[in-house]
């Protein structure tokens, strides 16, 4: 089973960039679809993009669409988070999830605050 450590979080200001990272340890990275999550205080856990095994399909939430983009590097056992243009209300912790059929595994996540 992987485990997933995220990187790359920090204070940005409004209009500025980050680019989130999540290496997994352990096997088979590969057959896990891969997803970046957010939660923002007194708000619940969303999904902010997410990754096929094979990066042939992606998925943004409508929030982030043409501001965020989601990829991976299989070889590095790696998935990144591009994130542009952000605003206030893109500050929240942000979580790296791992999902194959029943399994679901999270990352400790890493915290984003974007200044106005």
């Known amino acids: 089973q992987v485990q997933l450590v995220e990187a790359g979080g920090g204070l940005v200001q409004a209009g500025g960039s980050l680019r989130l990272s999540c290496v997994a340890s352990?096997?088979?990275?590969?057959?896990?679809?891969m997803g970046w999550y957010r939660q923002a205080p007194g708000k619940e856990r969303e999904s902010v993009a997410r990754i096929s095994w094979d990066s042939g399909s992606t998925y943004y939430a409508d929030s982030v669409k043409g501001r965020f983009t989601i990829s991976r590097d299989n070889a590095k056992n790696t998935v990144y988070l591009q994130m542009n243009s952000l605003k206030p209300e893109d500050t929240a912790i942000y979580y790296c999830?791992?999902?194959?059929?029943?399994?679901?595994?999270w990352g400790q996540g890493t915290q984003v605050t974007v200044s106005s």
């Open positions: 352990g096997r088979a990275f590969t057959v896990y679809d």
């Open positions: 999830n791992a999902r194959r059929l029943a399994i679901d595994i």
